[in-house]
Structures are given as C-alpha cells and as structure tokens.
C-alpha cells in the first residue's frame, strides 16, 4: 500500500509542477472591473482519508449564483480499520506484512456533486473563505486484488510467494509481504453505489482560479461485498472520513 501512496504523491507532484497547472498557484488579486461570473470549473486534487489515500477530478457548470454542479472521478485506496502490521523476528531481514489480510482494496467512484454556496466573499481579490455545503454521489466499483506474502517452507526451507490462506499461513512461517505486482491477473470487481456529504472551503484570490479544501464524509455500499480481512468477510459497507485539496480552474463556455 506504501507504493501505491508514494505513487499518486508523485503524480500529483509532477502535474503541480507542469504550466497548466502550476498557474493555479501564482495569484494576483482580481479588480472590481474584471469580476465576471464564469460558468464552467475543472479541479484536480488528492484525496487522504482514515483508510486510504487517493485522487479525484471534476468538471461541471454553475446553475445559478448559488449552486453548482460537478461530475466528478475518485480513485481511493481502502484499507481495514482490523489490519495491523507484523514482522516476523524469527528471520533476519524479513519484511512487513498483513496478518489475515486477504485482498488490497481500492474504490474507483464517478457521479454527480452539488455545491451549494452558503457564505460569499464580498468580492474576489479580498482575504477570506467561500463556504460551500457539498453533496452528492454515484456508483462504485470496488476492486479488489488478492494479497501475496513470502511463505517459508518449513520441509523444502524456500521462501515462496504464495496468496494468503489462513488456513495454512500463520505469523510464525511468513516472511513478510510479496511485491504488489503478484495477483494482477486475479483482480475482481464489485459494483455499487456511494455517497458523500461535506464542506468546501476555497480561499483563491483570483475569481479564474480555484483553491480549496474539503472536509466531510463518504461511504461506499457494495451489494455484493468485498473482503479485505477474512475475519470480516464479504463487507458491505465501507464508512471513511475525508479531507482533500484541490487546485483548478473557471473558464465561460458558450
């Protein structure tokens, strides 16, 4: 799970760093004469939950002066709140791991988001927060990929990459993790909805511009269920608190 977190946190470092999005960053306070009500937004932001990390992307156009409405994108890592981290300190140099763990999880979301305005600067260019209560949802693909760990074993003394069983793994003859590469090709999906609600705080300067962070809550509801602990098979329901910062841009599209 580690290098899919140092993944997305290079991604995001490299677009930040390219000219169309690094732009979002180099703010001059708009002037009265050039306040124009744009009705077009696209955000890209980092999503970091109590379970997981992720991204997201929105796009979507202002209905009135007071709402908005955004199609957005997620792609979020899902742990367990059960999962602890083991080393075996029977054998020198063994590697961290899961104990019981069955699958790494990630959630895949698209949907609709409304932003409703519910405190507005005076006008672009002063210091000060928009507040926005936000909400929404859409479906939700769980994907679930089988988690591997090194077995040693005990007759042969090999050191083997084999996907977790609890019937015939325990802590004391794992060696640590396999590399996330292992059990691409077992990969399963299961669909189903989620939902969010929160608040959005955007403190730009700039009315082109967009700076925000966002705090709430999501959930995401599987029909089917998704393992991701075998002591905790089949879960339905996976409740997360998040936060996220987003950068992006209003343009007028006619």
Not at 42 to 61: A, D, E, S
Not at 121 to 135: A, C, D, M, S, T
Not at 150 to 170: A, C, G, M, W
Request: avoid cysteine; hydrophobic fraction near 40%; charge should be positive.
């Amino acid at each position: 799970m580690k290098r899919i977190e140092k993944i997305l946190f290079l991604f995001l470092l490299i677009i930040s760093s390219t000219p169309s999005f690094s732009q979002f960053d180099t703010e001059s306070n708009d002037s009265l004469e050039n306040m124009i009500l744009y009705n077009r937004q696209n955000t890209y932001g980092i999503v970091v939950h109590n379970l997981g990390i992720g991204i997201n992307y929105r796009t979507g156009k202002r209905l009135s002066i007071f709402k908005t409405r955004m199609f957005e994108f997620e792609f979020v890592s899902m742990k367990s709140y059960k999962q602890i981290k083991l080393i075996n300190t029977y054998y020198v140099n063994s590697k961290r791991f899961v104990l019981g763990k069955m699958n790494d999880a990630f959630f895949l979301r698209t949907g609709i988001v409304w932003k409703k305005l519910l405190n507005r600067k005076p006008y672009w260019g002063e210091k000060g927060v928009e507040l926005r209560l936000i909400y929404g949802g859409g479906l939700s693909i769980g994907i679930a990929k089988p988690y591997y760990i090194y077995y040693i074993d005990l007759v042969t003394n090999q050191i083997i990459p084999e996907r977790f069983d609890p019937n015939k793994h325990s802590s004391t003859d794992i060696y640590g993790r396999a590399p996330f590469s292992k059990g691409f090709n077992e990969i399963t999906v299961h669909p189903g909805l989620h939902l969010k609600g929160g608040l959005n705080f955007e403190f730009g300067t700039q009315s082109t511009k967009v700076k925000a962070v966002e705090v709430g809550a999501a959930i995401d509801i599987l029909p089917a269920g998704m393992t991701i602990m075998y002591n905790n098979t089949n879960q339905l329901i996976f409740p997360q608190f998040y936060i996220s910062f987003s950068l992006g841009k209003r343009f007028n599209k006619f």
